[in-house]
């Protein structure tokens, strides 16, 4: 059995998950939740075909400091109404910004393409948001389950079968007491590499079975004239990385940019015209602010690369 990293994200102080699936339609949620104080948001959207909501709230000139959930979904832009019913939810739980009138809940989210895996007629709605967060705790699943259930790797090869991917988490305590963790939705046009040695780890197989990757046909070795046309939108990791460190949300956006290297370290190629990739960052705000930000920024690249090859390995255990 190949051995995953250690760690959730939901060993950071605050942080739940909760998930919920369609396994014959191959296709699900995954929900974080931030408790009834919530989180302060960064988002970064590198991918040029994402499928997202609420991402303009996170930018830190926007009013709203804090979220009190991230949804991650499969169904393509259908699965953006998987967040109603995470407010739903949080409504009935009393948690969102206090309008005088009602508390509203702040719930961003972002998609993924699964609609070709499975059956493209049954995506996740708001009950199944909803029943993702019921089942919020602390165990985090990996593999073929929540918004990773449909999920595959290796698209790039037009001959090639993917291969299966899914959710992975991990998770980092730093030295000054901070904990550092990511949850990713790995389903990436490129391979998966493991980050040290090099090895790859997912990819697309021709009918005979046989592992093709993507380089085989980049960096001039085939001629343009033959290079496969990657299918629009169809491909996109998005992630949650999150801190029990106190962060404005200028700090937790920068934190969000350069979890974006754990994505380079691991996917080739990766952020395309034809990928949505997306990171939410999130920090709950338990430690002092005096945690030094280039240490938190590398520990979120870290946690976020190791949670896509836990992603991978567990989508095909």
Known sequence: MEKLYDGSITNVHGIRVGQAQNAAAKTGVTVVLCGHKGAVIGADVRGAAPGTRETD????????????AVVLSGGSAYGLGSADGVMRFLEEHDVGVDMGVCKVPIV????????????????PDA???????????????QGACGAGTGATV?????????????VGTASITLGCG?????VVVVNACGDVYEMNSNKPLACGHLPDGKPVLCESLLYGATPPSDLPKIEQGKNTTIAVVATDATLTKAQAQRLATCAHDGYARTIRPVHTQMDGDTVFALATGRVGADVNQIQLCAAAAEVVARAIVNAVKAGNL
Do not use: W
């Open 57 to 68: 709230l996170c930018k830190p000139e926007n009013t709203v400091e804090k979220v009190n």
């Open 108 to 123: 961003p989210a972002a998609v993924i393409f699964d609609l070709g895996t499975g059956d493209a007629h049954i995506r």
């Open 127 to 141: 009950d199944m948001g909803y029943a993702a967060c019921a089942a919020a705790c602390k165990e985090v699943a």
């Open 154 to 166: 290796g698209k790039l090869v037009p001959t090639a079968v993917p291969q299966q991917s899914g």
């Open 178 to 182: 901070v904990t550092v963790g990511a």
